[in-house]
């Protein structure tokens, strides 16, 4: 499972000239982890979940498909690696896909976050590159949880900054996390799921410095959308086994010329195709405060 159909992975930053045209259409799929329902002994519940996902991938055609993180439950478990690598390859080779680890598919721990098993089945950990028109720049958030303040993190931080700057004046902005910065407010305590506040409020003044017009997260297994200076901070459910209101599913995102706009789908009510995802995105986004599945 290496560049053959793995284009890369990490926090993904997406930068979205493609607004200028026709609206741009992102799929965030996030914890397939495979392997959790049933504690390592079997995936199947995973794998029925993630192979719908795909089909409505190939009926969407979406300009870019982004995995944030938690792609298996036990990082040691080659197996899930490759239940997950044979579902992923059944997407179109012709859809960019682009990946960032979790938690789970790495060993991480207070101060530690050993990518070995990450990069071993997926590969290098940051990117930046433009699919149609759309700049996605990526970095790892297991860095920004764990290891805050270490040399790695630090030199990750700075290399982001300078890829958002870069990405200054584009049409429309975009991060992508596994780990939320934040699920309520800005000032929330640190807790399992979000970024501790000091280390959370750096990257937010980044963000706004650098002009990024949304934030779209993972690991929480449930939907969250709320808002910090006017940025959208969305945390989007399991497409795996969900832990909240909302069935495993996915979150379109649509970028037009009228702004950014993005809802959760559960996996069996994916749209038709392309024009029938911009239409239900467009008509009915999901807005700050929004949980489970809105219509």
Known sequence: MRQSFIHSMAIAVISLSACSGQPAVIF?????Q???????????YESDMLSEAVTGINNVRPDAVVFTGDLVHNPADTAQWKEFSEIVSGIDKDIPVFFIPGNHDAVTGEGTADMAPYLKHIGADRFSRKINGVHLTGINSDLIKYTAGSAAEQEQKAWTDSALTGNSGKKMSIVFSHHPFFLKSPDEPEEY?????????GYLEMFRNAGVDGVFCGHLHDNSVSEWDGIPMVTTSAVGLPLGEAASGIRIIVCSREGLYHRYFPVGEIPADRQAAIRSVTA???????????R
């Open 28 to 32: 965030q799929i996030s914890d397939p």
């Open 284 to 294: 009915h986004p999901d807005t700050p405060g929004a949980a489970g599945y809105q």
């Open 34 to 44: 495979m392997g959790f329902k049933a504690g390592n002994m079997n995936m199947e």
């Open 193 to 201: 799921f979000n970024i501790r506040p000091d280390v959370r409020h």
